[in-house]
C-alpha cells in the first residue's frame, strides 16, 4: 500500500525523529532516503553529536537561550522561531533521550554538557570520526523504532516530485532505481537537508569556485527538497550563507584533515589576508563567519592566517584536536620565516601590504580600538572566536586556509508549526519543513549559527505534532 497520512523526505535527525514521533503517535508514515547503503552517508550520523543552542548549555534557561539567539545571528533568528528553540530544546533533550539516545559531558565548556555517546570530536580525520559513535548509534536505533511502530523505511528512494490537489499536498513521486513511483499521502515532511553537494547551487548562492571548499560532512545534500518546494510556489530565503569551520587548504583534498582539527581560535587570534596580503573579514566574529567569508573570495584557497610563534604554541594548542600539532603531523605546511616580509615572499603576497596590516593591527591593540579597523574587530559572541593578539614574536608563521562547509543555511521559508510558506506569505497546505532543508533561522549578514542538531531535532519534532494535529491523529 502506498498511502501514508506522512511522508518523509531524507533520513537524516529532523527526519526520523518527526517520523517515530507521529509513527507512535498512530500515523502511518513512511520514510524516503536516496542513500542505498545500511549506514547511508548523512550529516547527522557524521556529527560530533554537540546539541546546544548559539554555543550555550541547552538547558540554560529559556531567557538566557534567546538572549544568545539573538546575539549570534544579530537578531536575524525571528522572534518566534528563537522562541522554538530556547522553550523546546530541554524537552526535546529528554524526547530523544527517552528514544535510545544517550548523553553525557563531552568537555569543559557548558554547550558541551549534551553531547551524544560513545563521544566523537576526539580522533582526528573522516574515517575514524563517526562509525559506531553517538550519532550513528542514534540513527540506526531510530530506524528500528520507526519500524516497530509500523512504519516504512524506504532506502534508494528519491524524491523527485510534490503532487498537489486543489493547492493541497497529494502525493510524492519518487525515483527508485530507473522507474518513478508515486505514493499518497495527507502530508509531507520536507526534511532532507541543505543544498552543501549540489555544486551547481552552491556556485549559484555562496562561491564562485565550490571545488576550493572542504566539504567537511556527508556531501549529500543535493538540495532536492527545497527545489521542490520551489516549484510548488514556495519561498526560498537566506541562501548565501553556510554552517562550516575554517580548514587548512590542505583538507580540501585530504580526509584526515577534516571534519577536525579546525583553525577557528587560531585564525580569530591572529589575522587573516587575502592574496595581495589584506585583511578582508571579521575574525573576532568565529570561525562560521570566517568560513562564509573566505568561501566568497574570487579565490577561496589564497586565504591566508598569519601569527607568530606564541600564538601557534598557545592558542594553536587550544580546544578540541588542537591544530598543533596535530596538523603538522597530517601534511599540512606551517609557513615560517624570520621577517613578515620573508614569510610574505614565501606566500607571493605583497609584503608591503603585509606589513603594513600587522602594523596597524598591532597598533590597534595597543590602543584598545580594534573595532575600528576595516574590517572592524569586534568581540566574538561564540565560544570559536579568540581577542586579537599582537603579532610581534619572530619567528612569523603562516597556514594557508579553506573554508569547510558543513551544510547550508538557507532554503525553504516556514512558519512557527513548520508549515511552508509561498511566495505571497501563505502556507501551502500539507507541506511542512524541519531542519538544514529550511532557512530564515540561522545565517544573515554575521553568518548568525543557532546549532544545527538543536534546530533538526526541535522542529522535527515540532512539525510531527503539527501533522499529528491538523490531521487528527489518535494513538492506535
Known amino acids: 500500500m502506498n498511502t501514508y497520512d506522512l511522508l518523509v523526505i531524507g533520513g537524516g535527525l529532523s527526519g526520523l525523529c518527526a517520523a517515530v514521533h507521529a509513527a ?41 537561550l534567546r538572549e544568545a539567539i539573538e546575539a549570534a545571528t544579530g537578531g536575524y533568528c525571528p522572534e518566534g522561531m528563537a522562541d522554538v528553540l530556547a522553550d523546546q530544546g530541554a524537552s526535546a533533550i529528554a524526547w530523544l533521550s527517552e528514544h535510545g539516545a544517550v548523553f553525557g559531558k563531552g568537555g ?5 554538557s549534551s553531547m551524544l555517546m560513545p563521544f566523537s570530536l576526539r580522533e582526528p580525520g573522516f574515517q575514524n570520526h563517526w562509525p559506531d559513535k553517538g550519532a550513528d ?58 543544498f552543501q553537494g549540489n555544486a551547481e547551487l552552491v556556485r549559484r548562492y555562496i562561491s564562485p569556485r565550490p571545488q576550493d571548499l572542504c566539504v567537511r560532512g556527508a556531501g549529500t545534500g543535493m538540495g532536492d527538497g527545497m527545489l521542490m518546494a520551489e516549484a510548488i510556489g514556495a519561498r526560498l530565503v537566506g541562501l548565501d550563507k553556510f554552517y562550516g569551520h575554517v580548514q587548512c587548504a590542505e583538507a580540501v583534498n585530504e580526509p584526515s584533515l577534516w571534519p577536525y ?17 589584506r585583511r578582508f573579514c571579521e575574525e573576532g566574529l568565529g570561525g562560521v563567519a570566517m568560513a562564509n567569508a573566505i568561501a566568497a573570495l574570487d579565490q577561496p584557497l589564497s586565504s591566508v592566517v598569519v601569527m607568530d610563534t606564541k600564538i601557534w604554541e598557545q592558542v594553536g594548542r587550544e580546544y578540541l584536536l588542537p591544530p598543533n600539532p596535530t596538523l603538522l603531523e597530517r601534511g599540512a605546511r606551517l609557513y615560517s620565516a624570520p621577517t613578515l616580509e620573508a614569510l610574505a615572499a614565501q606566500l607571493q603576497m605583497p609584503g608591503t601590504n603585509l606589513v603594513q596590516t600587522v602594523h596597524d593591527c598591532n597598533l590597534a591593540v595597543d590602543q584598545g580600538r580594534a573595532d575600528q579597523l576595516q574590517p572592524p574587530r ?22 594557508r586556509l579553506s573554508a569547510g562547509i558543513t551544510y547550508t543555511m538557507g532554503g525553504i521559508a516556514i512558519d512557527e508549526q513548520c508549515r511552508v510558506l509561498n511566495t505571497e506569505g501563505q502556507t501551502i497546505a500539507g507541506v511542512y519543513a524541519a531542519g538544514a532543508a529550511t532557512g530564515g533561522i540561522e545565517g544573515g549578514p554575521r553568518s548568525g549559527y543557532v546549532g544545527g542538531l538543536a534546530k533538526a531535532l526541535v522542529f522535527g519534532l515540532r512539525a510531527a505534532q503539527s501533522v499529528i494535529d491538523a490531521c487528527a491523529i489518535k494513538p492506535v
Open 137 to 194: 548509534r542514534l540513527l540506526d536505533s531510530l530506524e528500528q523504532q520507526l519500524l516497530s511502530f509500523g512504519g516504512a523505511f524506504l532506502r534508494g528512494h528519491r524524491a523527485k516530485r510534490l503532487l498537489l490537489e486543489g493547492g493541497e499536498f497529494g502525493g510524492l513521486q519518487v525515483q527508485v532505481g530507473e522507474a518513478l513511483k508515486t505514493f499518497s499521502g495527507r502530508a509531507v515532511l520536507i526534511a532532507d537537508g541543505g
Open 24 to 64: 507512535e503517535s498512530g500515523a502511518r508514515v513512511a520514510v524516503f532516503e536516496a542513500g542505498e547503503a545500511a549506514k547511508y552517508p548523512a550529516n547527522s550520523r557524521y556529527t560530533g553529536g554537540v546539541f546546544h543552542l548559539a554555543f550555550q548549555d541547552i538547558h540554560a534557561s529559556p531567557a538566557q
Open 108 to 112: 569543559d565548556f557548558p554547550f558541551m
Open 261 to 277: 582539527p579546525i583553525l577557528d581560535v587560531v585564525a580569530s587570534a591572529g589575522i587573516v589576508v587575502n592574496a595581495e596580503g
Open 378 to 399: 569586534r568581540h566574538s559572541s561564540t565560544l570559536l572566536g579568540s581577542a586579537m593578539h599582537k603579532i610581534d614574536q619572530a619567528p612569523y608563521l603562516a597556514l
